[in-house]
């Protein structure tokens, strides 16, 4: 057979072995119902998860290589930049937002516009800087005009997310907005609700908050905020 078939044939087996490795994983950390949540396939306990990342089966350079010039809904046909993550590949702590703003859509960096300076002065009140921590949301495509996320889209991005948090192996993680804990808590309670407390996510702690966001149009809710930032910093 000629180099250049075998090469060829080489690199669609390595792709085919990813997709199902990434299926696999997908499945195994798949929820259970709201109030029996599955435990993922983490290993050690909620004190050191963030210690050894090294465990996942995956890693986020390789996650992000599996995602690609993702077209898998139709955000890809309005975005300019898709926004991946960044921070700490190891990190104790991860924000999750909902999806990429008009900012993020032009630099392809997560939280950079007004809410993601807010974000980094809650992080920086925290001791912490955003290298320390770890960013990214449920989406990685702006949908247009800022718009709520449609199930679809939220069902082919999601798994990818779920990769992410298996590779970090957070010990906390930070749901930032009705989205982000309605999706990740499987639940249609109003984030009034769920602030405030901790919630289990496959036996991690999240803690559900407002939106940075939200906080430029409340900034009356910054306390709260802040009270739950601090439940945060207590428990790491």
């Not at 963030?50 to 890809?76: P, V």
């Not at 300076?117 to 992080?123: A, G, K």
């Amino acid at each position: 057979m000629p180099m250049d078939e075998r090469e060829e044939l080489f690199a669609l087996a390595q792709s085919l072995r990813r997709h199902l490795e990434m299926e696999h994983s997908r499945l195994s950390f798949r929820r259970g119902s709201e109030t029996d949540l599955m435990v993922p396939e983490f290993t050690g306990t909620v004190e050191d998860a963030g210690e050894d990342s090294a465990k996942s089966t995956f890693t986020l350079e390789e996650i992000r290589e599996e995602l690609g010039d993702c077209k898998r809904c139709g955000l890809h046909e309005t975005r300019r930049h898709l926004v991946f993550g960044e921070g700490n590949p190891r990190a104790r702590l991860v924000f999750v937002g909902e999806a990429p703003g008009e900012s993020e859509d032009r630099i392809g960096r997560p939280f950079v516009g007004r809410a993601g300076q807010l974000l980094t002065r809650i992080i920086e009140a925290m001791n912490l800087s955003r290298d320390d921590v770890y960013i990214c949301n449920i989406l990685k495509c702006r949908p247009p005009g800022n718009r709520n996320p449609r199930p679809d889209e939220i069902r082919v991005c999601e798994p990818f997310l779920i990769k992410q948090l298996q590779a970090i192996c957070p010990a906390i993680i930070c749901a930032m907005g009705t989205f982000a804990a309605k999706t990740l808590l499987q639940t249609e309670n109003p984030i009034s609700l769920l602030r405030g407390q901790f919630h289990l996510y496959h036996g991690i702690p999240l803690m559900p908050t407002y939106h940075p966001a939200y906080l430029l149009r409340n900034p009356g809710a910054k306390k709260l905020v802040w009270q739950d930032m601090k439940m945060i910093m207590d428990k790491l």
